[in-house]
Every structure is written in C-alpha cells, then in structure tokens.
C-alpha cells in the first residue's frame, strides 16, 4: 500500500514559531498530518499525508460515546548535521497494537505504521527544533468512527499520527516534584486497561490529579486498587526509587503501562552497573525508608521528560522530603544517558536508535 502525500501549498503553510523557548508541549503541530481509514471486511484503506485539518465525525461517531480511543506518544529528535532520529519506535508501535486488541479495534499494519511516521517526520523536518531538549512529538491515534449508539466494537476506524514542536522539559535545569499519594483514587484495576495507552484511563485520572494540585502538589502516586498498598505509577509515568544500593520500580502485572522509557532505565541502569530490582513496594516501606534514610533518590519515567526527579512525598497528612528536595545522582545519570543516545551524540550500545534523516556530513555505509 503506497502512501499519498498531498502537499499543503506553500502560501497555506503556518509560519513557525521563532522563539523556541516558548514551544510548550502540545500546543503546536505542523502543516500536515497523516491518516487511514478501516472499514471491517476491507480492511485499512487509503493511507495519505494531507494538510493538517480539523476531523469530520458523525455525532454518533462511537469513539465519542464509548471510548473507543487509543494513542501513543514518542519523539523525533535533531542531532548534529541536522540528522534526525527515532528512539525505539518499534516498541510503540507495538504497543498501540496491544492497546488495540483490548479495545476490540483493528491492529495497524506495523510496516504502514512505521513508514507513515518515517513519511511525515522527513515531510516536517524543518518543524523540528534545535535547541538543546527539543523535539518534535509524535502522536499516533486510533478512533471508532462508525455510526452508530448501542454498545459493541466498531466497524469503521480512523488512524491518525500529528506531529508537532515541544520544548526543552528542563530548559532551567531540573525541578523535582511534589508527589501526593492517592488513597480514595485508584488509577487502574485488576482486570482492567491499566497496562494499555486508552484514552478513557487518562479521563477517570484527573479527579484525583485535581486534588493533588488543588493542594499544591504536582503529581499523584498510584497506589494498587486491590489493598491500596502497592506504588504503581506516577500521574502518567513509572516510578522509580533507590533505596540503600538498588533501584527499584514495580513490576508489570497487569496495572502498570508498560513504558519504553521504563525499559530503557532498567536496561540502561543494569548495563552501567546499577543494581536494578523488578518487584512490588509497599507505600509504607517507602515511608520507613525515607524515615530511616535509606530512601535515597525517586523520579519518574516517560516520553516527555526522559526522567522526572521527585524532591517530595506526601502521605497520611505527612510530607517527607527525598534526597533534601534536590535531583539525585541516579537519576541524572539515567537522564543524561538517554538523551545523548536520543539526539545521536552518543553510541548507542542497545541500537535504540533509527536514523531517518541522516546527516548533511554523513558517510554513507
Ligand atoms: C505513556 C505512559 C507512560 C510512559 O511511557 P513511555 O513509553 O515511557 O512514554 C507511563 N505511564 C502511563 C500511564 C502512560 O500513559
């Protein structure tokens, strides 16, 4: 299946942001997009990159009333000589497929998949930032287009993939955030679509992020929905803590989404000699740790920030402060790591990276 590109005409195209301090995340895309349509019995047909346009949906579109919606996130990043790289695409490519099949709606064809985002990336390359953290943020979206109410899977989907610029996560240095543990929220269940990218997960999280906020923290800590015990996640990122020498993060059973970033912490960590344990934490060993002193660092993982330092806890009406509210040695570590490896200035040991750009100065072979 050939992919079309229909160009936007030049007089048409947005002018691009000048001050790339004030990119932001999410707020910009480009001047084209991608998309193909699936109707069951033929299967995923017309694939084009077109002009970036608002979407044209039935009111009884099923996406909008039974939550039929999947997405992934990754980046684009400019390297030396204007090279552009991918980080581990295949992964999230995958991983929309999983999310797929949970929701009953259609697997996208990965070799599509991937070329439409080689496509359109190359298409909007001069979108891409250049200064030190920036990237372009690619957003892959699957949605239940049929007509139709009364609740069953969908014969008619729309895939999608936006791209746009996003700025440094940190273009001040790190800040670490405020964690608050939920206790009457829980994020995912046993059972349910905790481990998939589904939209419907991220609206039944605000309620609880708005409390967290409303009392001035950042981020809430999940804890597990069966004994309201066990530490899952952190707002839409995995957690990670050092306690004395070892670097501990959840294990994924079902609750926990399976982040690339995570799997390049662990993978990265355990090659730089950093001893790395995958099993359940209680809140309150946390808690006797960070009494104690041995809870040395925690930080998040995720697409957006690489790492994300976190410089407090809150729990039972009690603060505890993490390594004296500062960044820890691991994380930045971790964080410095990946990013070379992502822009290209580094070598890449686990071959995470695809060039789809190569450089101006670059040798073939
Ligand atoms: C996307 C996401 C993550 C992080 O995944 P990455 O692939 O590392 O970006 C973690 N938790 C949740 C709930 C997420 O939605």
Redesign the pocket.
């Known amino acids: 299946m050939e992919i079309k590109i229909k160009k936007a005409p030049l007089a048409k195209r947005k002018a691009k942001p000048t001050d790339e301090s004030k990119l932001g995340f999410g707020k910009i895309f480009t001047d084209h997009f991608f998309n193909i349509k699936y109707k069951e019995g033929k299967g995923w047909y017309d694939p084009i990159i077109e002009p970036y346009r608002p979407l044209q949906l039935d009111p009884t579109a099923m996406c909008l009333h039974y939550g039929q919606e999947i997405f992934e ?2 980046k684009a990043y400019r390297g030396k000589d204007a090279a552009v790289y991918l980080f581990r695409p295949q ?2 490519i995958k ?1 929309m497929n999983k999310s797929a099949e949970r929701l009953c709606m259609p697997l996208m064809d990965e070799a599509i998949f991937m070329e439409a985002m080689k496509k359109l990336v190359t298409l909007e390359k001069d979108w891409i930032p250049h200064g030190a953290g920036t990237s372009m943020y690619i957003r892959p979206t699957m949605i239940a287009t049929e007509k139709a109410l009364g609740v069953h899977p969908a014969n008619e989907y729309l895939f999608f993939i936006v791209v746009g610029p996003v700025g440094a996560y940190y273009p001040q240095g790190f800040s670490p955030t405020k964690m608050y543990v939920s206790e009457e929220y829980v ?1 995912a269940t046993r059972g349910g679509t ?1 481990n998939v ?1 589904a939209a419907i ?2 609206a039944t999280s605000l309620y609880a992020s708005r409390i967290a906020t409303n009392k001035g923290y950042t981020q809430v800590l999940w804890l597990d929905a069966a004994e309201n015990k066990y530490v899952e ?1 952190v ?4 957690i990670f803590f050092v306690i004395g020498d070892k670097l501990i993060t959840p294990p994924l059973a079902g609750t ?7 799997d ?1 912490v662990i993978k990265l960590a355990g090659y730089l000699g950093i001893k790395v344990v995958e099993r359940r934490i209680s809140i309150q060993e946390i808690i006797q740790a960070a009494k104690k002193g041995t809870l040395k660092e925690a930080f998040a ?4 920030a690489i790492v994300s330092p976190v410089g407090l806890l809150y729990f039972h009406d009690k603060e505890y402060l993490i390594n004296g509210g500062k960044t820890g040695k691991i994380a930045e570590k971790l964080y410095n790591e990946i990013l070379q490896i992502q822009y290209g200035l580094k070598e890449d040991p686990f071959g995470w990276r695809i060039q789809i750009v190569p450089g101006k100065k670059a040798k073939k072979g």
Do not use: D, H, Q
Not at 256 to 262: D, E, K, M, Q, S
Not at 301 to 304: D, I, P, Q
């Open positions: 996130g990754l992964e999230n991983r994020r905790g990218k997960n991220y996640e707002g839409t990122s995995n926990i989404l399976p982040g690339v970033t995570r390049s993982s995720g697409t957006a």
